[in-house]
């Protein structure tokens, strides 16, 4: 068992208790907490600060809730007392919110469909996500090359001070096509 585990074992747990919207008991919440990581697993993971339970319990809570946006995460954080005294960030979960809406909006899609249109939409996603990741490493290389320095800007090249006046130019007719 990690330490993380143990972080979500209590976290599926106690649901209830950190879900509760009436008055939060931090006192319960303290005693439940230290009989559980101090009694049960006899602090083999220490005392984990609630910073990490309350990141744990969030991401239980958008794939239970199915959260699909960060405005709806944002509500649940105000509405739950548990995370509100924790003055969370609902902005540092939007990858984690992005990654649960694509999932169900593409078992909603692919609901109604036969094996063979559910392979064609999955593989058909598949080649959009890769294009829009290649896009962006395109992107990111161009960025690098243009900060790379020049070696044109290391040389100073001398300029000539009068350019060379061309050559008088003859017509055809007057070149000296020698003797025969």
Not at 84 to 112: F, H, M, N, P, W
Not at 119 to 126: V, W
Request: hydrophobic share 35%.
């Amino acid at each position: 068992m990690t330490k993380e585990h143990a972080i979500r074992t209590f976290v599926n747990k106690y649901f209830r208790l950190l879900k509760s919207t009436k008055e939060f008991d931090g006192k319960q919440y303290d005693q439940i907490k230290r009989a559980y990581f101090g009694t049960d697993l006899r602090f083999k993971f220490g005392n984990p600060p609630d910073r990490e339970i309350c990141d744990c319990f969030i991401k239980v809570l958008i794939r239970a809730n199915r959260i699909t946006a960060v405005e709806m995460l944002a509500d649940v954080i105000e509405e739950t007392p548990f995370l509100r005294l924790s003055k969370l960030d609902a902005q540092k979960y939007a990858g984690e919110v992005a990654t649960v809406s694509d999932k169900y909006s593409i078992r909603e899609e692919l609901a109604d469909l036969r094996d063979v249109e559910k392979i064609e939409r999955l593989a058909e996603r598949a080649r959009q996500e890769k294009a829009k990741e290649i896009d962006q490493l395109i992107i990111q290389k161009k960025e690098e090359y243009r900060r790379l320095p020049s070696i044109l800007d290391d040389v100073e090249f001398e300029e000539p001070e009068e350019f060379p006046a061309p050559d008088e130019k003859l017509e055809w007719w007057a070149w000296n096509w020698g003797s025969a």
